[in-house]
Structures are given as structure tokens and as C-alpha cells.
């Protein structure tokens, strides 16, 4: 009989008026990978913290182990022996990984540290799992391969008996994800239970075991192995196998934007040509390429050798004078592209004192303004406090900014990362609101996502090289499917043996 490490039974959370935990049911086994989609954000962030410790909750039942550690009667507020992995890191970065793994726990009581005895015991577990680590290296030196498995050691030796992932796609390119992948099937044999959690029920079908969809903070449907097809999801989720509107394709080939034998500390002799009008989805399989590319082209730094064109002038030497033709949407951008005690229209206007340098002296300009894009954005437009306004509603702010800017190119930064299923829809919309005004799109990304599903090509990076590029018509190639593309992706890239994960 399978051991329960985790069963949620009935769990209803509340914070003031609003229900983040309606009713969750949730059941993990030892040894078992559990999927959960998460069909929108509500509720998930308590959820994790739910996990991890045992907060007040209105009414349920939480066991651990199969000991009831939580209930609505009474909460201990003790810590559950539960890790998480996620984007942020949660290692000390001024510390060694070898500290970090051995020393920073609860129960180690040596007053004295021996660093040789700490090396020797962190390599044997990297030699188990074939990976290699510096013991001696600063955690915040880590790439992030690095860190995820230094953190899954961490939780290994602190005694976790369920492992948290969150959305870990989103920033472990291909191969590393692949590589990743394996160790927790490692770990699930010997016993250790995992909860993976994203936003693609493609991701889960090749990893869990079960599957769950959540929705307003409830479950809405389990799905065991036998249940893993798309017809059953489409019952829950919206169907993203067509585009919102079909692409529109570049009639001109002069090539807008070219890299040529590009080389920086990680971009290894780069060459593309990207064309006036089309979107290009520019997958980084190591997560190497993307953060210089920015810097490249926000002249935070010049390249080692080779040349960047922007319409035909070199890049460098005119910098002052393109930059105004490239726009850049970071990731995560409601969190850094806003100004929250500014109108939304302000916030709109933004980039715009350079083309009309009397825009916040005229009322007049800034009415014209918001009577144009009214239609598009609807009465949200007139908010004068932005910080109640809904993520759906931010992002039209920065997509839409970025429409009446108008530059010849916008850089998109992992723009799916962390969007649930109705975010990511709008987000598709967005990237055509920019394609219509002829604004050539680049998306720079670790993981597919939904990029394919606005990109007319792909082009696939490997130790900063580029590897392979896709044409539209060729994407069936690669399963047009998140999840199956990443494991798709990645064993075509590195000729990665993926036979161990056909268990998957």
C-alpha cells in the first residue's frame, strides 16, 4: 500500500474577504511526481506556503506523513519538512555550496568545519548523480542548473520528504531541464515525493505520474496516466492550437536587424538576420545567449568582435541616435516597467516625451491619446490609481505603451514566464496588436511556452551557438506542444539520449 505523505482534505483559506483555497482536495504518495496546472495564479502562492508550514486555515483537514499536522481547530505554525525550487533562489549567495548544503540546516551542531570532509561528502553525491559542482564555489556564482541541484541536495540531506517545483521551464533551457528531469526520477525511486508545478499540461504529461488542474483555488480535475490526452484538458482549459490571428508575414528582405560574427563572454561568432515586420523566437538551450544579447542591444555593453546592423548603420557607433528604434518588455515587467503613482495614462505616455516634447504640457496631445486607445484598453484607461487594477489590465498598459512608442523592433524577455492560461491568451494577443502596427517582435526565451504560437521562425541556440533554425511550416516538427518540445528540443540539439524518460 502506498505511503501519503501530503493529503489536503477539504482546505479552505481565506485573506479578508477573498477565498485564495476553496474546497482543495490534494493527495501525494511517496516516490510520486505530482503534477498540478494551474489553470490561473489564484491560490497558488498560499498554497506553497501551505505546504511548507502550517498557517491558520478556515476549515479543513492537512496530514503529514499521515499525521494530521494542521486543521481548521488548530494551527502550530511549525514548519513541515517540505523544500521548494523556484526561479528565486533560496541559498545564502555569500556562502559556498558546500555550507550552504551541510551547514545551513536545522540539527547541525559541529562547532568546528572541516571544508576537506564537507567536499568529500558533496562529491559523492555529485558522482551518484553525474553532475559536478564546485563545493567551494559562492552559491550566487551558480548558474542555474547549479543552484536547482545544489537546492534538491540541500533538501535531500535536511530530511525533506516533499520537494516543491515551481514553474522551473521557465529558467532551465532545454538540455538543462532534460538533465534536471532525470534526477528527480532518480530521487521519486528512492522515494522522495515531488509536486510540479506549472502552467502547461504538455510539461506534466512527460514528467508526473498524476495530474491535477487547479482553478480559483480548487481542483477541478485529477488526471492519472491513462487520462493524458488533450482532448480531456480542452474541456477545462482554452484552446491554444490556433492563432488568435494569423501572422502576418514580411514582404520585404533587406534584413532590418543583423548580427554579424558576433562574440561576447558567452556569444560565440553569432550570425542572423531578422526582418522588418516578423517574429522571431530566439531559444537559448543553456540560458547563456539571452542576458547578453540584451545588454547588446541596450548598449549596456559592446561586443568582444563583429557587428550589430540596425537598418543598415552599425549599431555601436550610432547608438544615441537607433535607440529610439528599440524597445525592450523585461520579464516579469508589472513588477518593473511601471510607475505606480502615476495615472495610467501617464504610464502609457511614458516613452513618449522624446517624439512630442511638449506631451506633459498639452492636454490636448494626452486626450488625443487616451480617445485612440480607449477603444483598445477600455475604461481602465482612466484609472488614476494603477494599483488595484488587475495583471491582465498591466500588461495592456506595457504592450500598449510599447504600441504608440512605435520602435522598428521590440525585445520580448521570457514573456509567458509565470502567466497563467487566460494571461498567456491576452499576452498572444498583445504580441499581434504589435505586429499589426509592423513592429518586428524578438523573443528571447529559455522554453517555448506559447512562443511558436505567434513566431513565423525559431532559431536555436546551444553553448551560444546557433545550432538550428525552424520555419513556420516546420514547427510540426517539433510536436507544437510546450512541454513535448522541450524534451523534443533538446535531445535534437545536444543528441540527448531521452530513452530513460519514456517512463515519464
Not at 490534494?26 to 508550514?53: R, T, Y
Not at 529558467?171 to 528531469?181: M, R, S, Y
Not at 503613482?341 to 494626452?366: G, H, Q, V
Request: proline residues 3%; hydrophobic residues 40%.
Amino acid at each position: 500500500m502506498k505511503k501519503e505523505i501530503m493529503r489536503l482534505d477539504r482546505v479552505t483559506l481565506m485573506e479578508g474577504e477573498v477565498t485564495l483555497l476553496d474546497d482543495l482536495n490534494l493527495h501525494i504518495f511517496e516516490g510520486e511526481i505530482m503534477g498540478l496546472v494551474c489553470l490561473n495564479s489564484n491560490g497558488q502562492d498560499a498554497l506553497v506556503n501551505l505546504l511548507c508550514q502550517n498557517v491558520p486555515i478556515h476549515y479543513g483537514y492537512i496530514y503529514f506523513e499521515e499525521q494530521l499536522v494542521n486543521s481548521y481547530r488548530h494551527s502550530s505554525m511549525e514548519p513541515n519538512r517540505v523544500a521548494v525550487i523556484e526561479e528565486k533562489s533560496h541559498m545564502a549567495e555569500g556562502l559556498s555550496v558546500a555550507d550552504n548544503i551541510f551547514v545551513l540546516r536545522r540539527g547541525f551542531k559541529k562547532y568546528l568545519i572541516a571544508p576537506r570532509i564537507l567536499r568529500a561528502q558533496l562529491s559523492l553525491f555529485t558522482q551518484e548523480l553525474d553532475v559536478q559542482i564546485d563545493a567551494g564555489e559562492l552559491a550566487g556564482n551558480l548558474t542555474h542548473f547549479e543552484r536547482c541541484v545544489a537546492e534538491l541536495l540541500k533538501a535531500i540531506i535536511s530530511g525533506a520528504k516533499l520537494v516543491v517545483l515551481r514553474d522551473i521551464s521557465n529558467f532551465l533551457g532545454p538540455a538543462d531541464l532534460i538533465h534536471f528531469l532525470k534526477l528527480l526520477r532518480h530521487y521519486a525511486k528512492e522515494g522522495l515525493s515531488f509536486l510540479y508545478i506549472c502552467n502547461h499540461h504538455e510539461e506534466t504529461f512527460r514528467i508526473c505520474d498524476r495530474v491535477a488542474l487547479m482553478e480559483n483555488g480548487r481542483v477541478r480535475k485529477l488526471l492519472f496516466r491513462e487520462d493524458f490526452r488533450d482532448e480531456i484538458i480542452l474541456h477545462y482549459a482554452l484552446d491554444f492550437r490556433h492563432p488568435l490571428t494569423p501572422p502576418v508575414r514580411p514582404e520585404q528582405r533587406n534584413g532590418m536587424l543583423k548580427l554579424r560574427h558576433l562574440f561576447t563572454d558567452h556569444i560565440h561568432d553569432m550570425n542572423c538576420t531578422i526582418e522588418e515586420g516578423e517574429c522571431v523566437v530566439l531559444l537559448d538551450s543553456n540560458s547563456l545567449v539571452l542576458n547578453d544579447l540584451a545588454d547588446l542591444m541596450t548598449g549596456d555593453r559592446f561586443p568582444q568582435a563583429g557587428k550589430i546592423l540596425l537598418d543598415a548603420r552599425d549599431w555601436c557607433s550610432n547608438h544615441e541616435k537607433l535607440k529610439h528604434k528599440v524597445s525592450f518588455i523585461r520579464e516579469n515587467p508589472i513588477q518593473t516597467m511601471l510607475f505606480r503613482e502615476m495615472s495610467y495614462i501617464d504610464n502609457l505616455c511614458f516613452a513618449m516625451d522624446w517624439r512630442c516634447p511638449t506631451l506633459w504640457m498639452s492636454r490636448r496631445i494626452k486626450k488625443s491619446i487616451l480617445l485612440e486607445y480607449e477603444p483598445l484598453i477600455g475604461k481602465d484607461i482612466r484609472a488614476q490609481d494603477i494599483t488595484h487594477l488587475s495583471p491582465y489590465s498591466l500588461y495592456s498598459l506595457i504592450y500598449y505603451r510599447v504600441h504608440l512608442y512605435h520602435p522598428k523592433v521590440v525585445f520580448l524577455m521570457q514573456p509567458f514566464a509565470g502567466a497563467d492560461m487566460y494571461l498567456r491568451h491576452h499576452l498572444i494577443h498583445l504580441i499581434n496588436k504589435l505586429r499589426e502596427r509592423k513592429i518586428t517582435v524578438v523573443i528571447l526565451a529559455v522554453s517555448l511556452s506559447d512562443s511558436l504560437f505567434v513566431a513565423d521562425r525559431l532559431l536555436m541556440f546551444e553553448d551560444g551557438n546557433l545550432r538550428k533554425e525552424y520555419l513556420r511550416d516546420e514547427f510540426h516538427h517539433l510536436a507544437f506542444a510546450p512541454g513535448q518540445s522541450l524534451l523534443h528540443l533538446s535531445s535534437e540539439m545536444a543528441n540527448t539520449d531521452t530513452s530513460s524518460l519514456d517512463s515519464y
